[in-house]
C-alpha cells in the first residue's frame, strides 16, 4: 500500500493497488479528483531490442538449421542402412510414415490423425501470437509457455517425421522445414547475440504467426491421404477452404511481419534522418514510398506536394506512372504465366554451388522431348519413376533433372501424375517446357548443350507411323546439328525408321524400333518362357514395394509363388571397371569365382570389347575391363569393381564404355553405311509404250501355274519349249504343278494337331502387317535355331484380308494364314487353340486423346475381351496346366493387365480345369477354395500404385503381358546403365548384333532334380559335371527358372512364373524350364539330349491328285485362264 494524494489530503487504505510511487502518476482527475493510474494497468512492457531480437529469432535458428543439415547427411546414411537390412523397419515406413520415393501409404489412418492436430496446433499457436500482442509483459501469466512447449515437442516430432519419410533428404530451404526451426528454436535457445538470456518479459514479441504455413501444409497434407484412399476427388468444398487458407496465410504473414517491423523501430545505426518541408518531414526513403503508393493507385494521403513545380511534375508522373505500372504488372504476371505455361528456361538453381564446390559437372539434366513426351501414357509414367528413383545402397547417388520440351500443351493427367505419385524429392526435378525442338533459342532454353542425355520419344498413338518416325529422325537431327556431341536415343516405329535414320547417320546404338524390339521379343519368347518378365525386372529399379506383402504370405502362405519371384525382382544389370587382381583370367573362371564369393548376388554376364557388349565373353579378361553383371545392388559388386571413389564408379565405366563405342562407331561408320546399302533391293518398272521389270535376282519368286495368265502360263506348261501344248503334255506338266504347289500348301488339319503350333492372333489395326512380317521374319528365320529344329509351324488368324504380299512371302506347308472373327471361340478351336504350345496377340488399337471415349485406357476393350475368348475356348484344356501354355497379349495401358486377370479367373470356372486344380492343391497343401480369391485381396490392399500391381500380378510374372511400361524402364535404365539398349539387341535379336550366344530354354534334366541351383551354375560354369546337358564345350551361365508347380497357388490360366537368379539354395524341380545363356555347341548338345520342348513332326505326306481333279481341270469352265 503507498500513500495517494486526494482532494482532501494524503489517503491511505485497500482502495487502491498500484505499482509506481506517485511521483510517476500522470496526474489527476480534474472533475473528482481521483488518480487516472487506478483506472488502467500501469505495467509497461518491454519491447525486445533490434540484438535480442535477430539473435533468438534469426542468427540461432539458422545455425540450427545448419547444424540440422549436417546431421541429416550423417544420418541418411544409417538410416539407409537400416532400412536395407530390417525388413520389419521397411514395413513400418510403407504402412504408417512412407518412403522418399514413394510417399503413399498402406495404412492412412495414423497419418490423418497427425495432420489434424498439425493443423489444430499450427492455429492455436497462431491464436497465442495474437493473445501475445495484446498482453505483452503479462504474456506468460497464464503459463502460456507450458503450452507452447508443448506444442513445440509436437512439432519436433513431426518434423522428425517428415524427415524419415524423405529418407533425411537435404532440404535446406524447404518452407514447412524452415517455420518449425524459427519458431521452435528461441523457444529452447533465448539469447541474443550478445549471448545474453532475454528477459521472460521480452520474448513475447516473435515470429509464431508464420505457424499459418504449417496450417496450410497439413490441410494439403491431409487432401492428399484422403484423395489417395477414398473414390472421392478433389470435391468444391476441399478447393474453396485450401483458397481461403491460401488468402489468409498470405494476409497473416503479411500483417505479422508489419507488425513487428513496427514495434521493434529502427534498426541501430540505420535511422532514416528527415527534412521539414512544405510537405512535412521527409526523407529520400519516404519519397520512393510516397512515389510507389501514390502510382499503384493505394494513395494513403499522408503526404501531397506543396510547391507549384512540384504539383505540376507529379501530373506528368502520375499519368506515366499509372500506366507504367499496369504494363509491367502486367508483364509481371505474363513472367509468372509463361513459367507455367513452359514458356521459361530450364535453370539449375545448384548447378553453380556444386560447380564451386567440384561436386558435379556441368551436365546435370535428361532433355525429353519428341511427339509423344507431352502425352500421359505407361511409357512417360514408368520413365519418371525409373528415371528419379534410387536403391536403399544409393541413397548419395545425384538424381537428374527431367526437362520435358514439346510444342503441344501437356496432358493434365502427366502433370497430375508428378505432383501426387512422385516424392517432393522426385517431382521438383521435373520441367515442363514448350516450344519447337527445331528452333535454336527453344534449345538453349532448355540447355541441350549441357545434358547428359536426351531422348526423343514417339506418339505411339499416331495414325500414320511413316510420318512420326520422320518427323522424330528431324528432331534428333536437328538437335545433334545444335550440339554434335549430344547423347541422343530414339525411339521409332517402324523397323524402316530404323534403317532410315541409320542411313541419316543416327548410329543403330543411339535408336531402336519399338514395333521390331517388340516382334523380336515375341518371337524369343515363344521359345525362352518368362522372357519379357527377366528383362523387365533386370532394367527396372525395384523398392521393396513387397516386404509387407511378403511378410504376409509367409505367415499364411509359406510356398506361395510370389515369395520367389518378389526376391528375384531385386536383380539389376550394371556394369563397373573389374578389379585389377581379375585381370588376366578366363571369363568362366571369374564368373565362378564372383558368384560363389558374392553368395549368389552377382553373376557375370558379359564383357565389353572394343565397345562392343559381348555376351558370355569368350576370351581373357583384362585389367579394369568393362564387365556387365545381374547384381542385387551396387553393393553387391562394390568390391570386384576397380578402386575407384564411391561417387566416381558410375562415371568411371560409362565414361570408358562410352569413348571405345564411340571410337568404334567411326572405325565402323564405312562399314555400317555399305551394310544399309546392302539392303536396298532393286525394284523399277519402266513406263511409256515399252513397260519393263527391273529388280535384284533374289526378289524374284517362283509363280504358281494358278497365278499367271496368257502367253506367261503357256510358258510355264510348254516343257519341250516347242510352242504347242498337247492332253498329254498338259496333264504332266498340271499333276508337276499341282505337286508342287501342293507341297507348299498348308494344311490346317493338320497344323492344328501339331503341339508345337504357334497360334498368332492378329487384331485389326493400323500397321499391324508390318509386325506380323516382322514378327515372321524373327520367327522363322533364326539361323541358329534352322539348323537344330524344323521350322515351327504358325497358323496366322486375322479378322481381315491378309495381303497379298505378306501371302507370297510367308505361305508354307507350315504357315496358314486363315481369316475369321478371333473373339469367336469356335474359330479359335478351328485354328488349333487346344494343341498350340503359343498363343501370341499382336497388333495394338489405341485411340486418341481426342476420341468420343471418356478414357483411352478403354482402347483396350478388344485386347481384353481377346483374353476372355481364349481363356473360355481352353476352359476345359488340361493341355496349358500340364504344360506350360505360353499366352502372350499386349497392351497399351497398364490398368488392362488387371481386367485381363479378373477374367481369366472367372471364365475358368466355367470349366473343369478349375475343379481338378482345387483338388489338386487342396491334396497337397490343405488350402481352401478361396486361397486365391483372399490372397488377390491382400495383394489388392497393399501393392500401391498400379505399376506396383503390375509387377505382382500373376500375367506378368508368366510372361503373358506386354504394355509400354517395358519401354518406359528401358529409358529410365539408359540413365545409369548406357548399354542398355545393345544388351536387349543382343538378347532378343542375337544375330543382328553378331552374338556368338545367346538365350536357351531347357528342360531340367532327371540327374538334376532335387540339386540346387548354386551347384548347376558351377557345374555349367567350369564344365563339371554337365554330361547330362550333352557334349559341349565352352560356358554357359544359368540365369533364370521359369516354375510351373501347382502347388504354389498359381491360377490356372498361368502357365508358371518367371525367377530370376535364384538363390543358391534352390532346389531345381522336375517341372522346371532353365533359362541358360551359351553358344550354339551348347543348344546343339542340348537338342541331342532331348531337352528342348520340341518334336519333329516329321516329313509330310503330299497326296495324290485324282484323275476327277485333273478332269475338271480341263474343263471350259474351269478356273484357269489359258
Excluded at 314 to 319: G, K, R, T, Y
Amino acid at each position: 500500500f503507498v500513500h495517494h494524494l486526494g482532494p482532501e489530503g494524503p489517503l491511505e487504505g485497500p482502495g487502491v493497488r498500484i505499482a509506481m510511487s506517485c511521483q510517476q502518476c500522470p496526474g489527476l482527475c480534474s472533475s473528482h479528483g481521483t488518480c487516472l493510474s487506478t483506472a488502467v494497468d500501469p505495467i509497461e512492457a518491454e519491447t525486445p531490442s533490434w540484438n535480442e531480437f535477430f539473435g533468438m529469432y534469426l542468427l540461432w535458428p539458422a545455425a540450427v538449421q545448419i547444424t540440422i543439415s549436417v546431421f541429416f547427411q550423417v544420418v541418411r546414411p544409417i538410416y539407409s542402412a537400416i532400412r536395407d537390412s530390417s525388413t520389419g523397419f521397411r514395413i513400418f515406413l510403407q504402412r504408417f510414415i512412407g518412403m522418399p520415393d514413394k510417399l503413399r501409404v498402406t495404412c492412412p489412418y495414423p497419418m490423418v490423425l497427425i495432420q489434424l492436430l498439425r493443423l489444430a496446433f499450427a492455429l492455436a499457436q497462431g491464436y497465442l501470437f495474437a493473445y501475445r500482442t495484446y498482453t505483452k509483459g503479462r504474456w506468460n501469466q497464464n503459463n502460456v509457455a507450458v503450452w507452447e512447449l508443448g506444442i513445440s515437442c509436437f512439432f519436433i516430432f513431426t518434423h522428425l517425421l517428415e524427415r524419415l519419410s524423405e529418407g533425411f533428404q537435404i532440404r535446406f530451404l524447404n518452407p514447412k522445414a524452415l517455420v518449425d526451426v524459427f519458431v521452435i528454436t528461441p523457444i529452447f535457445i533465448p539469447y541474443g547475440l550478445d549471448l545474453q538470456l532475454v528477459a521472460v518479459e521480452r520474448r513475447w514479441l516473435c515470429l509464431s504467426y508464420f505457424r499459418i504455413i504449417t496450417a496450410l501444409g497439413a490441410f494439403r497434407s491431409l487432401q492428399r491421404l484422403t484423395q489417395e484412399h477414398s473414390q472421392h476427388g478433389d470435391t468444391v468444398l476441399g478447393r474453396c477452404v485450401l483458397t481461403v487458407l491460401r488468402l489468409t496465410t498470405m494476409i497473416v504473414c503479411m500483417a505479422g511481419t508489419m507488425f513487428v517491423l513496427e514495434v521493434l523501430g529502427e534498426v541501430p545505426g540505420l535511422e532514416d534522418t528527415f527534412l521539414t518541408v512544405g510537405m512535412g518531414d521527409f526523407s529520400i526513403v519516404q519519397m520512393i514510398y510516397w512515389i510507389t503508393t501514390t502510382i499503384s493507385t493505394v494513395g494513403y494521403g499522408d503526404f501531397s506536394p506543396t510547391t507549384v513545380p512540384s504539383r505540376i511534375m507529379i501530373i506528368f508522373f502520375i499519368f506515366g506512372g499509372v500506366i507504367f505500372f499496369g504494363s509491367e504488372t502486367a508483364e509481371i504476371l505474363e513472367i509468372f504465366t509463361d513459367a507455367e505455361e513452359g514458356r521459361g528456361s530450364y535453370v539449375n538453381r545448384w548447378l553453380r554451388w556444386k560447380l564451386f564446390i567440384g561436386k558435379s559437372r556441368m551436365r546435370t539434366q535428361i532433355v525429353i522431348t519428341g511427339n509423344g513426351c507431352h502425352m500421359s501414357s505407361p511409357l512417360m509414367e514408368t520413365l519418371l519413376l525409373e528415371t528419379l528413383t534410387v536403391t536403399d545402397d544409393q541413397w548419395n547417388v545425384e538424381r537428374p533433372d527431367l526437362v520435358f520440351l514439346s510444342d503441344k500443351e501437356y496432358d493434365f493427367d502427366l502433370k497430375a501424375f508428378v505432383e501426387t505419385e512422385l516424392g517432393p524429392g522426385q517431382a521438383e526435378k521435373v520441367y515442363f517446357l514448350r516450344g519447337s525442338v527445331l528452333n535454336s533459342r527453344d534449345l538453349e532454353r532448355a540447355q541441350i548443350q549441357t545434358s547428359r542425355l536426351c531422348f526423343v520419344i514417339p506418339d505411339y498413338t499416331a495414325e500414320e507411323a511413316f510420318e512420326e518416325d520422320s518427323a522424330n529422325i528431324m528432331m534428333s537431327l536437328s538437335m545433334l546439328r545444335h550440339s554434335p556431341g549430344l547423347r541422343l536415343r530414339l525411339m521409332l516405329l517402324q523397323p524402316e525408321g530404323r534403317l532410315r535414320a541409320n542411313k541419316m547417320g543416327i548410329p543403330r546404338e543411339r535408336c531402336f524400333s519399338a514395333e521390331e524390339m517388340k516382334c523380336a521379343l515375341f518371337a524369343q519368347s515363344t521359345r525362352i518362357r518368362g522372357l519379357i518378365t527377366l528383362l523387365s525386372g533386370l532394367l527396372q529399379v525395384h523398392t521393396n514395394f513387397t516386404d509387407q506383402h511378403l511378410s504376409m504370405l509367409r505367415k499364411q502362405f509359406p510356398e506361395h509363388w510370389r515369395i520367389p519371384y518378389s526376391e528375384s525382382l531385386r536383380w539389376n544389370i550394371c556394369g563397373f571397371l573389374l578389379h585389377d587382381c581379375y585381370g588376366n583370367r578366363s571369363f568362366a573362371s571369374v564368373l565362378d569365382e564372383i558368384y560363389r564369393e558374392s553368395n549368389g548376388t552377382v553373376m557375370l554376364i558379359a564383357a565389353v570389347h572394343r565397345g562392343r557388349l559381348v555376351l558370355n565373353y569368350e576370351k581373357v579378361l583384362e585389367p579394369g575391363q568393362v564387365v556387365v553383371v545381374f547384381a542385387k545392388g551396387p553393393k553387391a559388386f562394390a568390391r570386384f569393381a576397380k578402386a575407384t571413389g564411391r561417387n566416381e564408379e558410375k562415371e568411371r565405366w560409362t565414361s570408358q564404355f562410352l569413348k571405345e563405342r564411340t571410337h568404334r562407331l567411326e572405325m565402323e561408320a564405312y562399314e555400317t553405311f555399305q551394310e544399309l546399302k546392302k539392303k536396298d533391293k532393286m525394284h523399277l518398272q519402266q513406263q511409256g509404250r515399252r513397260q519393263k521389270h527391273l529388280s535384284d535376282g533374289d526378289n524374284m519368286q517362283t509363280k504358281s501355274i494358278f497365278e499367271v495368265t496368257g502367253a506367261e502360263a503357256f510358258k510355264l506348261l510348254d516343257k519341250n519349249n516347242d510352242g504347242r501344248l498337247d492332253k498329254e503334255e498338259f496333264e504332266k506338266a498340271l499333276q508337276e504343278q499341282l505337286a508342287l504347289d501342293q507341297s507348299n500348301t498348308p494344311d490346317i488339319e493338320e497344323l492344328r494337331e501339331c503341339k508345337e503350333l504357334t497360334l498368332l492372333l492378329v487384331r485389326d489395326c493400323q500397321g499391324v502387317w508390318q509386325e506380323v512380317d516382322c514378327f515372321l521374319q524373327l520367327f522363322r528365320n533364326d539361323r541358329v535355331y534352322e539348323t537344330l529344329l524344323p521350322k515351327p509351324p504358325i497358323v496366322v488368324l486375322s479378322q481381315v484380308e491378309t495381303p497379298e504380299e505378306v501371302l507370297l512371302k510367308w505361305e508354307s506347308k507350315t504357315c496358314c494364314f486363315l481369316k475369321g472373327s478371333i473373339l469367336n471361340t469356335r474359330n479359335l478351336e478351328g485354328a488349333g487353340i487346344r494343341n498350340a504350345a503359343n498363343i501370341i496377340s499382336i497388333g495394338r488399337k489405341v485411340f486418341a486423346k481426342d476420341s468420343n471415349l471418356p478414357d483411352p485406357a478403354l482402347g483396350d476393350s478388344d485386347s481384353v475381351e481377346l483374353c476372355g475368348a481364349v481363356e473360355q475356348a481352353l476352359a476345359d484344356n488340361l493341355r496349358s496346366v500340364e504344360r506350360g501354355q505360353l499366352q502372350l497379349f499386349e497392351f497399351s495401358y497398364t490398368r488392362s493387365v488387371f481386367l485381363m486377370s479378373r477374367i481369366d479367373r472367372n471364365c475358368v470356372e466355367m470349366g473343369q480345369m478349375r475343379r481338378s486344380s482345387r483338388m489338386f492343391a487342396s491334396e497337397n497343401s490343405g488350402v481352401t477354395e478361396n486361397t486365391a480369391e483372399r490372397e488377390e485381396v491382400m495383394v489388392t490392399k497393399n501393392g500401391g500404385s498400379d505399376k506396383e500391381l503390375l509387377i505382382l500380378n500373376e500375367s506378368f510374372a508368366a510372361g503373358q503381358a506386354f504394355t509400354l511400361d517395358f519401354f518406359g524402364g528401358l529409358f529410365g535404365r539408359i540413365y545409369r546403365f548406357p548399354a542398355a539398349i545393345e544388351f536387349l539387341d543382343a538378347i532378343a535379336n542375337p544375330n543382328g548384333r553378331r552374338q556368338s550366344s545367346r538365350m536357351w530354354q531347357t528342360m531340367c534334366p532327371a540327374a538334376w532334380i532335387d540339386r540346387t541351383f548354386g551347384e548347376l551354375v558351377h557345374a555349367l560354369v567350369t564344365g563339371e559335371d554337365r554330361q547330362a546337358f550333352g557334349n559341349f564345350t565352352g560356358c554357359c551361365i544359368p540365369v533364370a527358372l521359369y516354375r510351373e508347380s501347382r502347388r504354389r497357388f498359381l491360377p490356372p490360366g498361368c502357365a508358371g512364373f518367371n525367377c530370376t537368379g535364384p538363390p543358391m539354395h534352390t532346389r531345381l524341380e522336375a517341372e522346371d524350364f532353365i533359362t541358360i545363356l551359351g553358344d550354339e555347341n551348347f543348344g546343339r548338345a542340348a537338342y541331342k539330349a532331348g531337352l528342348f520342348d520340341q518334336a519333329d513332326p516329321g516329313p509330310h505326306q503330299h497326296k495324290e491328285i485324282s484323275p476327277a481333279t485333273i478332269e475338271l481341270l480341263l474343263r471350259d469352265e474351269a478356273p484357269l485362264n489359258l
